[in-house]
């Protein structure tokens, strides 16, 4: 299943994001995948507010990866949030972990997951942010049929 969105502004992708988080189940492992710029932290942060830890939010690109504590309906939850634009090899990957902690987060968020093919399999949903003019983003969210 494929939902397209058009967003004109960071507000709107925000809500879009939000809105998508409230559709997540426990264990899902999300690919957020976009060029340099095109709104992927942006997206987070509308998730992060959905689970009351957006100030936690900091693109994880120079830490490649951030665990974020939130909460839902009064229960606390663990947010993991990887960006692999800077990992080199897939031996690096297994280095630091993704694996285990792909499978003990609430939710797990992964940027530039496209990178490593052979993790493909574990995403049950890819989040896909393309530029569509200065502003504006198209957000395309596809799930697999179940």
């Given at each position: 299943?494929t939902?397209?969105h058009?967003?004109?502004s960071?507000?709107?992708?925000?809500?879009i994001?939000?809105?998508?988080?409230?559709?997540l189940q426990?264990?899902e492992i999300i690919?957020l995948?976009?060029?340099?710029?095109?709104?992927k932290?942006?997206?987070m942060?509308?998730?992060?507010?959905?689970f009351?830890c957006?100030?936690?939010?900091?693109s994880?690109?120079?830490?490649?990866?951030?665990?974020?504590q939130?909460?839902l309906e009064?229960?606390?939850?663990?947010?993991?949030?990887?960006?692999?634009?800077?990992?080199?090899?897939?031996?690096?990957l297994?280095?630091?972990?993704?694996?285990?902690?792909?499978s003990i987060?609430?939710?797990?968020?992964?940027e530039?997951?496209?990178r490593?093919p052979d993790?493909?399999s574990?995403?049950?949903?890819s989040?896909?942010?393309?530029?569509?003019?200065?502003?504006?983003?198209?957000?395309?969210i596809k799930?697999?049929?179940?």
């Amino acid at each position: 299943m494929t939902e397209e969105h058009l967003s004109y502004s960071e507000q709107e992708t925000r809500q879009i994001a939000r809105q998508f988080a409230a559709s997540l189940q426990p264990g899902e492992i999300i690919s957020l995948s976009g060029q340099l710029g095109s709104g992927k932290t942006v997206f987070m942060k509308g998730i992060t507010e959905f689970f009351n830890c957006a100030e936690q939010l900091s693109s994880p690109t120079f830490s490649l990866f951030n665990i974020y504590q939130g909460s839902l309906e009064c229960e606390e939850v663990t947010l993991h949030h990887f960006d692999l634009y800077r990992i080199e090899s897939l031996r690096e990957l297994e280095a630091i972990g993704f694996d285990e902690y792909l499978s003990i987060g609430y939710l797990s968020f992964v940027e530039w997951g496209e990178r490593f093919p052979d993790y493909a399999s574990l995403y049950t949903v890819s989040v896909s942010l393309e530029y569509a003019g200065d502003e504006s983003r198209r957000i395309i969210i596809k799930r697999p049929v179940r």
